[in-house]
């Protein structure tokens, strides 16, 4: 039997064991008198019934999905006498048998190979069968057992919110362990990249060139690792944005939080809020495409020297990304403000900008902060506008007008294309993965923490 | 009794308007009972109207509030005393669809027009909330901030000496004057609403307005708050909003009872509350509604 067959059938076997639940409820409630001598409502009884039937059933299935290739080819493997020793070769011949077992490979092939090929065709089949069998077997009994079980003192109110406490923390700690392993990941890899270079080359390195050689006598054979130009660039980028983005972030949004009436407020946020929805490829066009081209012609009729594609580029575009994540933070804060101290305010004669600047704004100021380092954050990690208007060379330098690279578009130059994944090169990636995580981490946890030590002081 | 002989009883009669004299004693709210009105009034209301939008919260009140005086707005919840305070000093202007229609002046200038400028009234016309609301700033700061935006104080040592007077009079310098540079919200609740009328008292204004000031704290703060407006009425205008009887008997001497947004009742506070002129007054202050 399919499996998607398998899994449909099981589904129509929840909802019949569902039905049955709740009709042997309620025909009891019938004859002891009313549905309050139950437990609980015949719903309930439903669920509980439906939970017995699919949910042991369906772990099995899920169990057997994921172990069973695995084992299959232990099994094949197993039999066959002259396996090469490395795992690539070993990976080769399974290919080999299952093409040949699926009738993909056509010619002749080793008798050894044949037989394999039979015998994963048999084990495949029965496997099936057993799968379908078993879980068909489960999803009936259970659910014929706990139709038995049923009587009216049953609490299935309680048991079902358990099991669904259960599948809330299951689905909760899905979350946290795929955090925890990417970091792990990332991590390892790391550890390999800092076994060929080392971590102070890494860190105080000034020049970034990840290039390994194939041969001994190539030109340009030697990779420098050091990555403080990748940081600068990404520094530099992520100050130009924050310099475009703070201000006008924050005065749209005392705008729009102290001035706007209602009606200009209710045009004036989603058009904002829209420019959040901008995907940020169609912004690195426009950085790369309009924005680069103007820069360079304006430096160029100001007699300056600008690179076609400049950081200065890259950091305004990426500014203009940034206002609404700025202005909607800061609205929300400024909105919090209680209307008291406005209101104080005011009536101590203060005009709207002195009570916006001398008690809205230091009262809103923690959580403008922690706004402003999370989009500091967000500024660090982009990569989309820098890979197509920074550039790609690393260069060490502090004028915006030259193009630098940034640790994201290393990332990704790193690794776009075909790559071998135990070369210094790739690795460097996750090295500065790592970095990033870790700094961006940093942000992150200060940026809550002073939100929240202002918060308990002022409230 | 009808209100004409009040009037001439009153030591301070004032133009009665002429409808008044056909009414008597009754249920009707249309008029007002008592006297609306004294002869040196610090600011004097004539035919007030206020509304939200479509929904008209006050109906046409004429009321004066005498100078030094203290005046007290009772009535049941939502009957428009709070609207007709924060009219005196403009702050009706923040919200959205708010209008006021009416002749109001302090000192006979209007508050309301377009040359008028709110600022420096609301400087003449201060207020104080129902709940605390100190700055979160430090104490001295707190107090400072009225001086400092309209540049009262020229130099360091005057603003400490305004914030130190502001403190004394409102009753909180032995309790601060070790910490100034704390937080105002650190303090107590009636610390807090003291420090609110410190804040308030330290723009010299001329009239203080306040809205419901005791209905957060406690009785023993509440005590020495009415003590204070005992003593503030030397030298300051006082309109205040209060949901205690006891409390405007206390500290008010002409008592205003306000009715589903119309001004019923205003006498000598004692009169009010020993022999009320209106049936809707005697109801409440007898505790039959409210």
Known sequence: ?459 | MDTMTLDAAGQTAASQPESAEREAVDTNTSKTVGKPFCDDAKMRMRNVNVFYGETQAIHDISLDIGCNEVVAMIGPSGCGKSTFLRCLNRMNDTIEDCRVEGELTLDGEPIYGQKVDVVPLRARVGMVFQKPNPFPKSIYENVAYGPKIHGIARRRAELDEIVENSLRRAGLWNEVKDRLDQPGTGLSGGQQQRLCIARAIAVSPEVILMDEPCSALDPIATARIEELINELRENYTIAIVTHSMQQAARVSQRTAYFHLGRLVEVNDTETVFTNPQHELTEAYITGRFG
């Open chain 1, 1 to 459: 039997m399919q499996t998607s067959t398998l899994f449909a059938l099981l589904l129509l076997l929840i909802l019949v064991a569902y039905g049955a639940g709740i009709s042997r409820a309620l025909t009891v409630a019938h004859k002891r008198g009313g549905l309050r001598k139950l437990a609980a409502l015949p719903g309930y009884y439903g669920s509980y019934t439906a939970l017995w039937c699919g949910l042991p059933a369906l772990l099995l299935l899920g169990t057997w999905l994921i172990f069973d290739d695995a084992i299959i080819r232990a099994l094949v493997m197993d039999r066959i006498a002259d396996k090469p020793d490395t795992i690539a070769g070993q990976n080769l011949l399974y290919a080999q048998i299952q093409n040949l077992a699926s009738g993909r490979l056509i010619g002749d092939a080793a008798p050894q190979l044949q037989e394999a090929a039979l015998q994963l065709n048999r084990l495949r089949t029965g496997s099936r069968n057993l799968q379908a069998a078993l879980s068909l077997i489960l999803a009936v009994g259970l659910g014929a057992f706990a139709l038995l079980r049923f009587s009216p003192e049953l609490r299935a109110r309680e048991k079902v919110e358990q099991v669904l406490r259960w599948v809330l923390l299951t689905c909760a700690c899905a979350a946290i362990f795929t955090t925890v392993g990417i970091l792990l990941s990332v991590l390892f890899e790391s550890l390999r990249f800092f076994q060929t270079v080392s971590l102070t080359e890494f860190l105080f390195g000034l020049h970034w060139s990840p290039q390994m050689a194939l041969r001994a006598d190539q030109v340009g054979s030697s990779g420098a690792f050091g990555a403080v130009p990748l940081i600068t660039g990404t520094l530099m980028v992520s100050v130009i944005a924050m310099f475009v983005a703070v201000p006008v972030g924050l005065m749209s949004a005392i705008y729009l939080a102290e001035y706007a009436s209602k009606r200009v407020r209710a045009l004036a946020k989603p058009v904002l809020e829209i420019l959040a929805g901008v995907p940020t490829v169609v912004y690195g066009f426009f950085a790369a495409l309009t924005v680069a081209p103007f820069v360079r012609d304006l430096a160029a009729s100001l007699g300056l020297q600008a690179s076609s594609e400049s950081a200065l580029a890259a950091g305004l575009v990426m500014g203009v990304m940034i206002i609404p994540f700025v202005s909607s933070l800061s609205d929300d804060v400024i909105n919090a403000v209680p209307q008291s101290l406005r209101d104080g305010a005011l009536g101590l004669g203060s005009t709207r900008s002195e009570t916006v600047r001398k008690v809205v704004i230091p009262a809103a100021l923690p959580g403008i902060v922690g706004g402003v380092l999370l989009a500091v954050s967000r500024a660090i990690g982009e990569t989309m506008i820098v890979v197509m208007a920074a550039g790609l060379t690393a260069n060490l330098t502090a004028n915006p007008l030259e193009s630098v690279t940034t640790v994201t578009v290393q990332i990704v130059t790193l690794l776009v294309g075909d790559q071998e994944f135990d070369s210094p090169k790739t690795l460097a990636a996750f090295a500065l993965g790592l970095m990033l995580f870790i700094s961006t981490l940093m942000l992150n946890f200060v940026a809550l923490h002073v939100v929240k030590k202002y918060r308990e002081q002022y409230d």
